[in-house]
């Protein structure tokens, strides 16, 4: 059972054609005062995902695929297994993609100027182009995805969790409370399974 203010790490994995996957590490803590028994979890985290990437998938190279998620509960520091995407399947436009690594930013600010979180999305096509720098169709797809991913969630289930940015020192996930999308495009680097912001 994933019980009150326990800490659940999310890794959504996404694959570029075969020469890049492309991953991002959300967290969130359980708010339900009940808890969520774990065989919820998996629904409820899907759900969520896809809220925040259902708001980028039309502006995502077709050549994009969503692979799986991951859940840890680092709290009890328990695997909650590898799990499908629900619906998601693939990027939604068919122009000519952009570099890989190329990405959109969105910097989540939150109440300690330490503890800031980022989220490199993509892979975007040349159509999303502008000059060099996003357009403004997707900055608007990016600050969607961002409030998607960092508002308190409720789960159709009526499970509640609330996303934010994890402080490892003390366990904990602070709350944002704003989200900028970056004016320019950003390089995602390659990181490690499980560690990222």
Known sequence: MAALNDVLEVTAKLSAGTNAAIQNV????????????DENVPDDIGEYLEGIYDELDGGLWTGVSFVEYTIKN????TDLGTYPWPTLTGGGSGDANLPYGVAGLVKAKTTNGKHQGRKFFGLFTEASNDGGKPNAAV????????????????????????????????????????VVVGLEWAYQRRRKPGVGI
């Open 26 to 37: 959300f967290h969130l803590v359980v708010k339900d005062f009940g808890g969520v028994p």
């Open 74 to 77: 680092l709290t009890t520091d």
């Open 139 to 178: 900055k608007v797809l990016l600050a969607a995805a961002g409030a998607a991913a960092y508002s308190s969630f409720t789960s159709i289930g009526a499970n509640d969790y609330q996303p934010g940015v994890l402080e490892r020192d003390v366990l904990g996930v602070r709350e944002v409370v704003s």
